[in-house]
């Protein structure tokens, strides 16, 4: 199987007005998504950001927990920031992944609506990591702008409840789809449930 890449993009994006904008990084969204990459297996965790000094500060945050402070106090978090590569264009991404896997990957993007004939399903987009790596592009803010549409090879279906609302975190949205393309059932050794109490077979 080939590797598998997120990419977390802060410009083009819009805002609740359709207006494009540059969002700002959150700490949460470099540390939550690492942690679900790490989880799931992801190959690299890409935060696209055009400002120097928003990336400087994201550099310090990731070298703080790559310290020696960082480690001794969470060391499991610094085997997830591991996975963040900061990048001030998408482009760059692109070079990365090609270099690292020798072929160019399938940019597949997210959205809250539908994108017709450009849509993949879950299954498509496993049967084709045997073939070649995917990047998994999300926008922050309210999205990605419709510039990016022409960018990307496909789409991945918009994440539906019971409920009509939809308005996920950024950071809910890659749990899900990553749980949805990679989540396994627990091990039979882990499925007890208090003392007294186990999960049988039949």
Not at 28 to 46: E, K, Q
Not at 95 to 122: N, R, Y
Not at 150 to 170: A, E, K, Q, T
């Amino acid at each position: 199987m080939k590797g598998f890449y997120v990419g977390l993009i802060h410009y083009p994006v819009i805002n609740r007005k359709k207006e494009i904008i540059v969002s700002s990084v959150t700490n949460l969204d470099l540390h939550d998504i690492a942690r679900a990459g790490r989880t799931y297996g992801v190959a690299g965790y890409f935060v696209i950001h055009p400002s120097q000094d928003q990336q400087a500060l994201n550099r310090r945050i990731v070298r703080h927990w790559e310290g020696r402070y960082g480690t001794d106090m969470n060391p499991t978090r610094k085997d997830a920031l591991s996975l963040v590569r900061l990048a001030f264009g998408f482009e760059e991404t692109l070079e990365a992944i090609e270099k690292e896997e020798g072929q160019k990957p399938l940019v597949i993007g997210t959205h809250a609506k539908p994108m017709g004939d450009k849509d993949f399903s879950l299954n498509q987009i496993k049967e084709l990591l045997r073939l070649q790596p995917v990047y998994l592009v999300f926008g922050t803010a309210y999205g990605l702008d419709e510039s990016w549409t022409s960018r990307m090879d496909g789409f991945l279906p918009p994440i539906y409840g019971p409920s009509d609302y939809n308005h996920l975190s950024v950071r809910s949205a890659v749990s899900i789809y990553l749980d949805r393309l990679f989540g396994q059932d627990a091990p039979a050794s882990v499925l007890t449930k208090g003392p007294g109490f186990a999960i049988s077979d039949g």
